[in-house]
């Protein structure tokens, strides 16, 4: 699978659509990601923090695990930009 790179924007974007898509998190939202200077290859990302809203925690977690994952497959962040 070939991995597609997306600047800060685009992917925070991804990020916080995939997050409210997911059970229980619809209120929630990821204000920005943090990129992995030292990560050569693979996810060079994590979402840091995440605003609950209305969610709870619980679900919150296994969201943000989920997305990470999911998107973690098929994107990583342009550095550079």
């Known amino acids: 699978?070939?991995?597609t790179g997306k600047n800060l924007a685009e992917l925070t974007r991804l990020a916080d659509e995939a997050?409210?898509?997911q059970p229980?998190?619809?209120t929630a939202s990821?204000?920005?990601l943090y990129g992995l200077p030292d990560v050569r290859e693979g996810r060079n990302?994590?979402?840091p923090n995440v605003v609950l809203g209305d969610s709870l925690i619980s679900d919150v977690d296994r969201a943000v695990?989920?997305?990470h994952h999911?998107?973690?497959r098929k994107y990583y962040l342009l550095?550079?930009?």
Request: hydrophobic share 40%.
């Open 65 to 67: 695990i989920t997305v």
């Open 45 to 47: 990302w994590e979402i």
């Open 30 to 32: 990821v204000p920005g």
């Open 1 to 3: 699978m070939t991995k």
């Open 24 to 26: 229980g998190c619809e």
């Open 19 to 21: 997050l409210r898509s």
């Open 79 to 81: 550095m550079d930009q």
């Open 70 to 72: 999911q998107l973690g």
